[in-house]
């Protein structure tokens, strides 16, 4: 039998971190047995629906690389894959109920249910849908349905005894009946519940293995009670642990940031993102902590999915972006997906090894791709600004400077080793610490103290531009280390948003989408 998994996101927010979660394990699931992975949209809810969430769902997943094979976007022999343009099949599913006798429409208005409640409240009862309506005879039902008298059609239920389902992770789950009160599938407004588009969108699609969040383990014998009413097969049933804030409790936006797009903008990187995830619950056989979809589609074992709730720690996820960045992904990779981002900066990327050098000289430093970002400037800026801290280290450092400036100039063999000597034996013959000579010189570079070593910058930015920035560096001494000019930096802004503009535009054109590709990476080659 062929496995069939699906993920069904409701359209209701922002792109949940608990949805790619969910969505990686069902689709490496499929993939190693060789299945389907669908994606449905449970649109149902038009109260909470928000127009556009369905596109960032779909473009989260590609993203993540977890491409379904079935989907509104990619189609396929099950669809549609909204449930909004199922409801005819909805309709006919429970009209089979109905005249099976398993179902009925029921008349009360919302005054009443609420009444009701209160009623139960008062008299401390179980609190739920008494079964009031089931007494009024079909033919009664009909004819007012079809008078337009607003309803709802409920699942008959009993009282007696408890639904039984079996988690392939948790063994036999049992619920009592009475917890169950006549569910409504068809909601006055003409749209099926959760329960019962959910169950029929299974079945039809021929989903075999049902994958999600523990927090629907208690909907599941509504399921059970709905497949039986149907008379069809049960799927597999199998509940991932929830995802839960640091402090255990579930995953929730007001304590973390759940939005996907939201790390993405960060910087962060599928595969760390995809990475972490897999280990949120699962782990590899032998223990590894990093690897690609490749990898865990190919050592994939459900049963190895342990329930005690894994947190999600934004830590650790840094610092397996981190990893990512620096080690795992080969250095053009991360280049590529840098210079998007610094080309929004104005910066001008045109030469490849120079941005290669810098991703390259800057990637242990930084823990996302807009962190290496942000420290980039000094590569690609025309004038420096000087922060705090260097105008403090080219104040006492002006000596080293022109000194320096001399030996670089003389310099014969302009590469690391013979600027690294060059500045050793400097700072040997000035017998001061390293630090007085080097800092000065990482100001006067960079405009900051906080950037690699200093032979690293000098030979990426290369024998004529350094000794033009410690030139520079010694008229601003000499000067008397001016405030910046205000009005030069505005300038300055105006060109960088332009040349921004300009590189966004012909990106459209050139590339389209940004790259998606789930590369499992080997070691980095520089
Ligand atoms: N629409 C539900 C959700 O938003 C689907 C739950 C399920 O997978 O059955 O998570």
Redesign the pocket.
């Known amino acids: 039998m062929e496995v069939v998994t ?5 359209p ?1 927010g922002d792109p949940h971190v608990g ?1 790619a979660y ?1 969505g990686l394990f069902n689709y490496v699931f499929a993939r190693r047995h060789g299945g389907r992975f669908i994606f449905r949209l ?1 649109d149902t809810d038009r109260q909470r629906y928000q127009a556009g969430a369905e596109a960032r769902i779909l473009e989260m997943f590609a993203w993540l690389g977890l491409r379904p094979d079935e989907s509104p976007e990619a189609g396929g022999p099950n669809g549609p894959y909204r449930q909004s343009e199922r409801l005819a099949v909805y309709h006919a599913h429970v009209e089979e109920l109905l005249a099976s006798g398993r179902a009925y429409r029921a008349f009360e208005t919302a005054e009443e249910i609420e009444a009701m409640r209160l009623e139960q409240k008062r008299l401390n009862k179980p609190i739920g849908y008494d079964g009031r309506g089931r007494d009024l005879p079909p033919a009664e039902q009909a004819r007012r349905h079809a008078a337009g008298e607003p309803n709802v059609v409920r699942l008959i239920t009993t009282d007696e005894g408890s639904t039984t389902f079996r988690d392939r992770l948790r063994g036999d789950v049992t619920i009592p009946n009475s917890e169950i009160r006549d569910p409504v599938l068809m909601k006055s407004d003409g749209y099926p519940t ?1 329960h019962l588009a ?1 169950v029929v969108d ?1 079945h039809l699609m021929g989903v075999t293995h ?1 994958i ?2 523990e927090e ?1 383990v208690t ?1 599941t014998p509504i399921h059970v009670l709905l497949y039986r009413a149907f008379d069809w097969d049960l799927p597999e049933f199998i509940h991932m642990p929830l995802l839960r804030n640091p402090d255990r409790s579930k995953v929730s936006k007001r304590k973390l940031d759940t939005s996907v797009d939201s790390y993405r903008q960060q910087g962060f990187l599928p595969e760390a993102l995809l990475n972490f995830l897999a280990n949120m619950g699962w782990s590899m056989p032998d223990g590894r902590e990093y690897f690609g979809m490749k990898d865990m589609t190919a050592e994939f074992d459900i049963d190895r999915v342990s329930l005690g709730g894994p947190v999600f720690d934004l830590k650790k996820l840094r610092s397996f972006n981190a990893k990512y960045l620096r080690d795992i992904l080969p250095l053009e990779e991360v280049a590529g997906r840098v210079k998007p981002l610094l080309e929004d900066e104005g910066y001008d990327c045109s030469d490849e090894d120079y941005l290669l050098d810098v991703v390259d000289v800057l990637r242990p430093r930084a823990e996302t791709l807009v962190e290496l970002v942000d420290q980039a400037g000094y590569f690609f800026r025309e004038t420096l600004r000087y922060d705090e801290s260097a105008r403090k280290q080219l104040a006492s450092g002006q000596t080293f400077l022109q000194d320096i400036e001399r030996e670089l100039s003389m310099l014969e063999f302009f590469d690391y080793d013979g600027v690294d000597d060059m500045l050793r034996d400097y700072v040997q013959e000035q017998a001061v610490p390293m630090g007085k000579v080097l800092m000065p010189l990482r100001a006067a570079l960079t405009g900051t103290t906080n950037a690699p070593g200093v032979t690293d910058l000098i030979v990426i930015l290369g024998k004529r531009e350094s000794l033009a920035r410690i030139g520079k560096a010694l008229t601003f001494i000499d000067a008397g280390l001016p405030d910046d000019d205000p009005h030069r930096l505005l300038e300055e802004e105006k060109a960088r948003k332009a040349a921004a503009e300009e590189a966004r535009k012909s990106r459209v054109k050139s590339v389209g989408a940004p790259p998606a590709a789930p590369a499992t990476g080997g070691k980095g080659s520089r």
């Open positions: 699906r993920i069904a996101p409701s209701t949805t969910i449970e959760y959910n299974d049902v999600r969040a629907w909907s």
